[in-house]
């Protein structure tokens, strides 16, 4: 066999490869900090009939995920655009993003 007939990859540049872990990284970040609010929005529990400020706290962090991830999410189209990351990056924000929304409408009720 030659090597025009073997089916190689040709290898990315190493500016390339750590472009993308670098895209890699600050999406992570992103997704972190949006996790750490729907975080605080799942775990949130009212302490009784009286805690009316359970239902404000709960919306609140899952609104801040929310627009945390929307962040991400577009920063997910810009990378995924210029064929630093693959598609699949997608489903991370739209996962958090689905989460959230369903915390909101689901908030206890006092």
């Given at each position: 066999m030659t090597d025009q007939e073997t089916n190689t990859h040709p290898q990315k540049p190493p500016t390339a490869l750590i472009a993308t872990a670098l895209c890699g990284a600050l999406?992570?970040?992103l997704h972190a900090v949006g996790g750490f609010f729907l975080l605080n929005a799942v775990l949130t529990e009212?302490?009784?009939p009286w805690d009316a400020n359970v239902t404000t706290t709960v919306r609140l962090m899952a609104a801040l995920s929310v627009g945390t991830e929307l962040l991400a999410g577009g920063i997910t189209a810009a990378f995924v655009s210029l064929g630093r990351l693959r598609r699949w990056w997608y489903?991370?924000?739209a996962a958090l993003i689905l989460v959230s929304i369903?915390?909101?409408v689901f908030a206890p009720i006092p």
């Open positions: 999406l992570l970040v009212s302490e009784g489903a991370i924000p369903i915390r909101m």
